[in-house]
């Protein structure tokens, strides 16, 4: 275990249920919490270490393919990556 906690938020979970894809995105989130930087990485990271960054959740049996940004903060511990916006891709 990578000791990330890796949370969605209610804006995130609720586009992810609109779309169909609530066990895609709930899958998206374990395997963050053991690789926190997949993805491609949204500007340049700030000073504490806080990244942005979007990955892609593939299309599949009627659900489009998805656009997932989220915050990766490795600092303070324990590192967290918040899963903020879903969008179809």
């Known amino acids: 275990m990578s000791g990330v ?3 969605v938020t ?3 979970a609720q586009r ?3 779309l169909g894809a609530e066990k895609d995105l709930e899958a998206l989130r374990q ?3 053991q690789a926190p930087r997949l993805g491609v990485r949204l ?3 700030r000073h504490d270490g ?3 960054r979007k990955t892609r959740i593939e299309p599949r049996d009627g659900v489009p393919g998805l656009a997932v940004a989220y ?3 490795p600092s303070p511990p324990p ?3 918040a899963i903020v916006a879903v969008t179809p891709d």
Request: without cysteine.
């Open 5 to 7: 906690i890796a949370a």
């Open 10 to 12: 209610v804006r995130a």
């Open 16 to 18: 992810a249920k609109d």
């Open 31 to 33: 395997e963050l919490e």
């Open 43 to 45: 500007g340049p990271p």
């Open 50 to 52: 806080t990244e942005v």
């Open 71 to 73: 915050a990766h903060t």
């Open 79 to 81: 590192p967290t990556v």
